[in-house]
Nanobody, 116 residues
Framework: QVQLVESGGGLVQPGGSLRLSCAASGSIFSTAIMAWFRQAPGKQRERVATIASGGYTVYAESVKGRFTISRDNAKSAVDLQMNSLKFDDTAVYYC??????????WGQGTQVTVSS
């Protein structure tokens, strides 16, 4: 059974940084497409960043140049480094995995609040 556990959320001032981490259990990680999504109150969940098994990355326009997604296949972990945070980045952030069979997995989410 695959489990995704996020950590690293919290309260940060505008312009600050946070690093989110997602630890994955199970055997799918090395071949899975990993991603971070977020959902702000009253809004739909949106994809923030994606990283393929080989390291290819895609970012939402709203976070390009500020966020960096990375993965460590040996540790079954994917991180999201968030810099120059804005009020609009406030959301619950979710780790997501899609395995080779197309099965989708979600973490429980971690709250990121950008506030002065």
């Amino acid at each position: 059974q695959v489990q995704l556990v996020e950590s690293g959320g919290g309260l940060v001032q505008p312009g600050g940084s946070l690093r989110l981490s997602c630890a994955a259990s199970g055997s799918i990680f090395s071949t899975a497409i990993m991603a971070w999504f977020r959902q702000a109150p009253g809004k739909q969940r949106e994809r923030v960043a994606t990283i393929a098994s080989g390291g290819y990355t895609v970012y939402a326009e709203s976070v390009k140049g500020r966020f960096t997604i990375s993965r460590d296949n040996a540790k079954s972990a994917v991180d999201l480094q968030m810099n120059s945070l804005k009020f609009d980045d406030t959301a619950v952030y979710y780790c997501n995995a899609v395995d080779r069979a197309g099965q989708v997995y979600w973490g429980q989410g971690t709250q990121v609040t950008v506030s002065s």
